[in-house]
């Protein structure tokens, strides 16, 4: 009786059907998962519906399979709930960006007219940075290249490197900060 209360306090928080669907766009059976983690193939289906929770040494098994971490693997199980943020805006040598933060990334939607320069952009923690040129022409200097993007080009790079923008012509741009995960 306490597994089964156990089981569904927790199905309102985890939805383990997610596993489900990562092994069939992954192409894999019941089975080949079962062989590649070690578990049964009774486990693995009584945990894609839902009718058993998960525990850690498990989710790392089948995380494994799935080239992910047991952390990442459980976070896809959490009950599906859309983030919902608002826009902030600010300018900073002569660039306009509206940007929305999340906790492991930010999307930055930019605008600069030509000769605009932003030799210190916002501070970077240890992220990688995807720039995008959505119109116009976009110069970025490292501390080794100098990197010139058009319309439709982007430049992804470690971003706690020195790094600036230019716009060499009237431009209009996406920058993503992706966290980089922390394995130690």
């Given at each position: 009786?306490?597994?089964?209360?156990?089981?569904?306090?927790?199905?309102?928080?985890?939805?383990?059907?997610?596993?489900?669907?990562?092994?069939?766009?992954?192409?894999?059976?019941?089975d080949e998962v079962a062989s590649r983690s070690g578990l049964s193939i009774a486990v693995i289906s009584r945990i894609e519906r839902n009718q058993t929770s998960a525990e850690l040494e498990t989710l790392y098994k089948l995380g494994r399979v799935f080239g992910m971490s047991a952390t990442d693997l459980l976070a896809?199980?959490?009950?599906r709930m859309a983030h919902r943020k608002v826009e902030d805006s600010y300018q900073s040598?002569?660039?306009?960006?509206?940007?929305?933060?999340?906790?492991?990334?930010?999307?930055?939607?930019?605008?600069?007219?030509?000769?605009?320069?932003?030799?210190?952009?916002?501070?970077?923690?240890?992220?990688?940075?995807?720039c995008w040129v959505i119109e116009g022409r976009l110069r970025v200097?490292?501390?080794?290249?100098?990197?010139?993007?058009?319309?439709?080009?982007s430049l992804q790079f470690d971003a706690i490197q020195e790094h600036?923008?230019?716009?060499?012509?009237?431009?209009?741009?996406?920058?993503?900060?992706?966290k980089k995960r922390k394995r130690y």
């Open positions: 009786m306490a597994e089964n209360s156990s089981v569904s306090a927790l199905s309102g928080m985890f939805d383990f059907s997610i596993l489900r669907e990562i092994r069939k766009r992954e192409g894999l059976t019941l896809l199980t959490e009950s040598d002569g660039f306009q960006f509206r940007v929305v933060r999340y906790a492991n990334h930010s999307c930055f939607l930019g605008e600069a007219k030509a000769g605009a320069r932003i030799r210190k952009p916002e501070i970077h923690h240890d992220d990688h940075e995807t200097e490292l501390p080794h290249e100098t990197v010139e993007l058009g319309a439709g080009e600036s923008y230019e716009a060499v012509e009237d431009s209009r741009l996406i920058l993503v900060h992706v």
